[in-house]
């Protein structure tokens, strides 16, 4: 096997992407430590779950700033340079002695695990056919799954055995793995660019109005007849992501106060959903590659609006847990779907920027839709947001089916 790596420089990237893929799940190993960050800092435990809120925000704002980083100066860079970032703010968050310090270097972790991120999966499309894209994509994220869920259980015996700070050496240690397959992983060169805009400068009318210029004229980098189907694309990355902030946050509400289900029973609505989603890992790919694209991205959306519809009606966690399966199947169905078909529509020399554009409006999308949900909770009940969310989810689906072209070539 090793001999098969040092001979075939694409296994031996894809060895490299994937242990990174697999490591970038290491940041979970904090969760565990959020009640005993509350005690050491003196802060109630709402703010302490303000890091995962930190963390957020920082891959927010890592999104952008890897696109055009990869469009610019390849990946061997980022993929070198955002692990050594987050394992130095990783031990940083170690040693510091005020809580608003951790914060801020939450937020830089967020960034370094959103450059990481985004450059593994930039550099193997390099690494893969057209037609295995999907395979591709969507192996990257269930191997990154499995990494989330391995470590917290590796951050919570961290902290029992030693302290707090433990796990975040556990994961800095993870960083520094990660820039290590980043320097031994493939080099994916800047792609050539057709012509680079003038920069604006400040903050002004002017600037704002030159950067809005520059989106304008990216976007028109792709082909006239595949626009609109990056437009649905963007539509349905930003209605996923908030149907599935909107079941994490108010689903535990509705269950508990209209079920009245135990916390436990709670708990094991969302390990149905993750047994489903991990199940759906493979098909899913194969479905891409060999079936289309659209036969994932449609489903995956318009599903939950049917879930969505019928959960305001169940009666029993028998009910509840169908419902979260489908869900379930829906979100292992969207799993890279919606990457790889984006991938298909951006023009090479764009890719990173009208991926980073995409999901960044998703993330948009995911921090307003908790305060929408929030606010209608309070306001009516918790099932309201899923009735609210339906429409969208449904609008979505159809412009997807009627408007959005199949990208997967045959």
Partial sequence: ??????SNPSARGFAALYGGTLLSGGWSMIIPTIPVLAVHFGVSSGAAAQVVTATAIGKFFGTIIAGILLDRIGTRSVLVGGPLAGCIAALLCAVVPWFFALLALSLCIGAADSLGATAREFAALDLARRNQRGRLISSMHGTHNIGAAIAPFAGGWLTEIFSFKAAFVGYAASCALMAVLGALGPNVASPAQHKVPARAVGWGLAALRQRLLGWSALFREIR???????????????????????VQSMLPLYAGAYLDLSPSQVGMLFTISGVVVFAMIIPAGFIMDRVGRKWCTVPSTGAPALVFLLIPLTNSFTELALLVGIAGFAQGLSLGSLATSTYDVVPAHARGRLQALRRTIAELGSGVAPLIGGYLANRYNPGVPFLVYAPLL?????????????????
């Avoid at 096997?1 to 040092?6: D, G, I, N, T, Y």
């Avoid at 006239?224 to 909107?246: E, G, K, N, W």
């Avoid at 449904?394 to 045959?410: I, N, Q, Y």
């Fill in 394 to 410: 449904l609008f979505s689906a159809t412009w997807l089916a009627l408007v959005g072209k199949e990208t997967l070539e045959k």
């Fill in 1 to 6: 096997m090793f001999e098969s790596l040092r």
């Fill in 224 to 246: 006239p007849d595949l626009r609109t189907t990056f437009v649905a694309l963007v539509l349905a990355t930003l209605v996923s992501q908030s149907q599935r902030i909107i």
